[in-house]
Structure formats: C-alpha cells, structure tokens
C-alpha cells in the first residue's frame, strides 16, 4: 500500500521494523529491507532521517562483520 501511494517515508519506517522483525530468522531478508529504507531516506535531511539512517547504517555494518 505504501508503494502504491508513494509514501516513502513510511514505507522506510515499516520495512525498517520487517527488518527488525526478521534479523534473528532472516539475515539475508532483513538486510535487502534495512538497505532499501536507507535508500529510502536518503532523499530526507532532518533529524529523525538522519538518526534512522545512521541506525540502518550501522545495523548494516553489524551484520557484515
């Protein structure tokens, strides 16, 4: 629905919870949704953007290593 309605915003928030959600059953799902909402937010500069990209960054770093 949120791709639908071209509502990024959300739709990064909700995919960055499904990643939440799946990191202890679904490495590999968890991360193509954590990269998709950071890419996502990317387009946004204020503070609650750049705090949610600076947490799916470093949730990406982490499962990396």
Excluded: C, F, G, I
């Excluded at 909402?37 to 990209?53: C, F, G, I, R």
């Amino acid at each position: 629905m949120l791709r639908t309605l071209n509502n990024s915003w959300y739709l990064a928030l909700a995919l960055e919870h499904l990643a939440d959600a799946l990191a202890a059953t679904d490495e590999e799902q968890s991360r193509r949704h954590r990269e998709e909402a950071a890419s996502l937010v990317e387009q946004y500069n204020d503070p609650k953007a750049l705090a949610m990209h600076e947490r799916l960054a470093s949730a990406l770093h982490n499962t990396r290593n």
